[in-house]
């Protein structure tokens, strides 16, 4: 696709929106413009946000300098002012991940401060929508996709081995507590202040945990929480609103089920729709076993169908 050439301007890139919110704490902001989400959302803008075009340590005094992002996009040339029509008609991919942190303030201090990455979203397990970066940037998730891509990372400790009695199964299973027949999410108190910011308890959308095969390796996880698949299926929706590319569909084999494993580079390259990290690379497990594709895609055709009705912030 041919893109109107653009001058790189000599002032810094906009990272403020240019329109005033209409719907405050419920919308994403899309190549300067406010979109409604109809989920909490917290800016980068906001009090409290997670700011990724800081160009280095947020929580520790030192560490690794330098973006954590791409300005602009690699096929406009990376102009950071590109606009709203260019963006609408180039993204075609939403990239989901587990975290792997277990909580979004965890998440962003690893990457921003630690790894030198960044995700456009963090969704807490609150159901609290992060947006650490104007969509119109790159963000760097998800390898070869991240030039087309908008990534969002889920907060979740991730999968263990079933076979695994020590270390890792035994430090994953320490972070839910059985309660009623459900798991609740019980951070250990290690990890101290959390800035989750609803009040809880929260537990997994599924009572036991989910087994099931990545790369052809047995994992095991416990489910997300039921907010998170709400703020997602909301987010999906508004981006599906936004960038038609972006097909509600997810990788699937030849038996038509949901496929967790590496795409070929080509098939990659031209899938439009909703994929994991572990379709990019056998390097990733995420989002998981438990991660409900299915789920995610049934909530976001009611909404799309106006059966779900919007949360408030
Ligand atoms: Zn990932």
Redesign the pocket.
Known sequence: MLIAACTRGTTPPPHEPSDEPRHPGQEIIVGGKHVYVGAPVVLWTDPGGYNAYVPGPVFATSGPAGERYAPGRAWADNDPTIGFDALRTSIDKLVV??DACGFSRRCFRILQDERVLSAHFLLDVDGTLYQTLDLRDTAW??RSTNARSIGV?IAQIGVYSPKDRAADAHQKRRWYVREGGRLRLAIPAEFGETGIRGAGPFYAARNRPVRGRIHGTLWEQVDFTPQQYETLARLTAALRRTFPLIRLDVPRGADGRAYSGELPAATLEAFQGILG?YHITTE?N?PGPAFDWERLLSDVRAIERGGLTARGP
Do not use: F, K, L, V
Request: glycine share 12%.
């Open positions: 991940h587990y998730h998800g990372e990290h990733r995420d």
